[in-house]
């Protein structure tokens, strides 16, 4: 089915480690975006691209990088994971000309 | 700067009953307004959108919402609330003259509880 995936759907990490999530989206959409989800806070926006080899920073970057080098793919790293980026982090979609998102099912991110 | 107000945290209803879930914004030019809803570990699914025109948009599950430009308003209504509709509901909001980016603002969610 088209849509967005991320793998993984559970991690859990030790502080200090690092990671990368994967969201890749077969819709041939040209912008991506990461948020992460905390209760009581909403969705915030971590970082962004608005094509392939673009990115930009959102509303909470620090401690988080991403990469675009495929259109399909747009990665979100944590070099030096801290207990602070325990949450669940959605990967979103949009088309050029469309107004809304296309969201992946999530990751379960736990940092001890 | 935009932002997105849900001044509930969790509304309470029986089922049968009327269903709104309230949202207010702030933009700095035309706000273009979205409905999500989140099923329990799932990830979050387009209810409806207010670009333009008529103030009174309808979207999946029998939703609807009114857009209300002097009180910068929002809310989220369902005539007949279903046990099933029980969820995490979110407002998000763009500034189209702002952001070329289509970077949606997100308010905090309002969880919904329906009950027999």
């Known amino acids: 089915n088209a849509g967005v995936t991320q793998t993984p759907k559970f991690r859990v990490l030790k502080t200090g480690q690092s990671m990368t999530l994967l969201c890749a989206q077969d819709?041939?959409?040209?912008?991506m975006y990461w948020y992460r989800q905390d209760p009581g806070m909403g969705l915030r926006l971590i970082h962004y691209?608005?094509?392939?080899?673009?990115?930009a920073k959102g509303e909470v970057p620090d401690g988080y990088n991403v990469s675009r080098l495929k259109k399909q793919n747009f990665l979100l790293g944590l070099e030096s994971a801290a207990p602070s980026q325990t949450s669940v982090y959605f990967c979103?979609?949009?088309?050029?000309?469309?107004?809304?998102?296309?969201f992946g099912s999530g990751t379960r991110l736990t940092v001890v | 700067a935009q932002s997105v107000a849900q001044p509930e945290d969790q509304v309470n209803v029986a089922e049968g009953n009327p269903l709104t879930v309230k949202c207010t914004y702030s933009?700095?030019?035309?706000?273009?307004l979205f409905w999500y809803v989140q099923y329990p570990n799932r990830g979050l699914q387009f209810l409806l959108k207010?670009?333009?025109?008529?103030?009174l948009v309808k979207g999946s599950y029998g939703f609807e919402a009114e857009f209300n430009k002097s009180q910068t308003s929002f809310h989220l209504k369902k005539p007949s609330a279903l046990v099933s509709d029980s969820a995490l509901y979110f407002c998000?909001?763009?500034?189209?003259?702002?952001?070329?980016?289509?970077?949606?603002?997100f308010g905090a969610g309002t969880q919904v509880v329906v009950t027999p």
């Open positions: 979103a979609s949009r088309e050029t000309t469309d107004y809304g998102y296309t």
């Open positions: 819709m041939n959409h040209e912008y």
């Open positions: 691209s608005v094509g392939e080899g673009t990115t």
């Open positions: 933009v700095s030019g035309n706000p273009y």
């Open positions: 207010y670009i333009t025109g008529d103030n």
């Open positions: 998000a909001v763009r500034d189209h003259a702002s952001d070329s980016w289509g970077k949606l603002q």
